[in-house]
T-cell receptor
């Protein structure tokens, strides 16, 4: 069972507010990711990290920012939330697995964000 | 560019029927990984299988089986004797082999599977 946690699970917030979505994993994984999933179901990578002090932009442009100060923690921040940011945000982590260079990614339960 | 297509947006079957979820992918890479994930109503993504591009063996796990055909760029998923608990959204995904180990997944649109009692 994956040990990756996201808080809050649900968030309704007003336009213009600053928000931080938390993601923590206890598996010691170096690689962490944020995916955005709109109601149409498809997921898109918005940020990822190779390890501490590493952050990279994903395939989908996002106004959010991320930081990676500790291995286990990968928070996502929106400085000024807008209704267009309404979506589900899923955090994931993975490890480098020996001869299998890529192991599977383990996902958190997601944060459903609604900006009103 | 990589792309994954799940042409079936929704499938609805009666319990105990077999059902196949289609997945077609595009990539220029010769080495890559394919995945299936299940997303129940609770929202998390549950890993089901990983297959690398060098391994075209089909795999069976209980009622689940996967058919990987490189010649047609397909990685289809079959559930045998479906159960109500199989109801979920299923995603097929593709990942390049990143030698720094990053698992950057490209997802299909998902197939919403409903199993009716």
């Amino acid at each position: 069972e994956a040990d990756i946690y996201q808080t809050p699970r649900y968030l309704v917030i007003g336009t213009g507010k600053k928000i931080t979505l938390e993601c923590s994993q206890t598996m010691g994984h170096d690689k962490m990711y944020w995916y955005q999933q709109d109601p149409g179901m498809e997921l898109h990578l918005i940020h990822y990290s190779y390890g501490v002090n590493s952050t990279e932009k994903g395939d989908l442009s996002s106004e959010s920012t991320v930081s990676r100060i500790r291995t286990e923690h990968f928070p996502l921040t929106l400085e000024s939330a807008r209704p267009s940011h309404t979506s589900q945000y899923l955090c994931a982590s993975s490890d480098l697995g020996g001869a299998n260079l890529n192991t599977e990614a383990f996902f958190g339960q997601g944060t459903r964000l609604t900006v009103v | 560019a990589q792309k994954v297509t799940q042409a079936q947006t929704e499938i609805s079957v009666v319990e105990k029927e077999d059902v196949t979820l289609d997945c077609v992918y595009e990539t220029r890479d010769t080495t890559y990984y394919l995945f299936w994930y299940k997303q129940p109503p609770s929202g998390e993504l549950v890993f089901l299988i990983r297959r690398n591009s060098f391994d075209e063996q089909n795999e069976i796990s209980g009622r689940y089986s996967w058919n990987f055909q490189k010649s047609t760029s397909s990685f289809n998923f079959t559930i045998t004797a479906s159960q109500v608990v199989d109801s979920a959204v299923y995603f097929c995904a593709l990942s390049e082999v990143n030698y720094q180990g990053a698992q950057k997944l490209v997802f299909g649109q998902g197939t919403r599977l409903t199993i009716n009692p």
